[in-house]
């Protein structure tokens, strides 16, 4: 194998890698790993991945994020989380993974998504319902929906790389 091609070939493993492990932070890794998979395509000339290969990584992604999106939610709202509740907690994740980025290495954007999330859902229906015990509620479902997610996209992640590397390799 050429020098050229071996390095090619690591940084599409790499990258690859980096959207399976960028979903715990809850970015939009199966997008990453489609983009990777369509760019090697084009550079080889769709010689090993085809596009009903690509189609079928197309469509695990769009299902892998959106039922990401929406387990987040529905935990909010099975355990009585108000629309203010469920919008505060995907902003409240999102400003907690952006807030504790710097803490443990770039690690504690994953607790800073979870408990962001937590927070966000708790501050939503504090402030409606004016009472702890729902507040705490909602903010517990956030938290669940949220891992159910990320558990989701992370397993469908794996599939969209085990597909890639056995039309690469078989």
């Not at 890698?17 to 395509?41: A, E, H, K, N, R």
């Not at 629309?83 to 980025?101: E, F, N, P, Q």
């Not at 729902?134 to 969209?160: Q, W």
């Amino acid at each position: 194998m050429p020098l050229l091609e071996a390095v090619g070939l690591t940084i599409f493993v790499v990258v690859l890698l980096i959207g399976v492990f960028s979903i715990i932070f809850g970015l939009p890794g199966t997008l990453l790993i489609l983009g990777d998979v369509v760019v090697y395509s084009l550079i080889t000339g769709f010689e090993k991945i085809g596009f009903k290969i690509i189609l079928v990584l197309i469509f695990i992604s769009l299902l892998a994020e959106a039922v990401d999106f929406l387990m987040g939610i529905a935990g909010a709202r099975k355990y009585g989380s108000s629309k203010t509740g469920v919008v505060l907690s995907i902003i409240g994740g999102i400003i907690g993974a952006v807030i504790m980025v710097p803490t443990l290495l770039g690690l504690g954007a994953i607790i800073g998504a979870f408990l962001g999330g937590f927070a966000g859902a708790f501050l939503g229906e504090y402030l409606e319902k004016q009472r702890l015990e729902p507040a705490l509620r909602a903010g517990y479902g956030a938290l669940i929906g949220r891992l159910a997610g990320v558990l989701f996209k992370g397993s469908l992640s794996i599939v969209m790389v085990v597909i890639t590397m056995s039309a690469i390799y078989f």
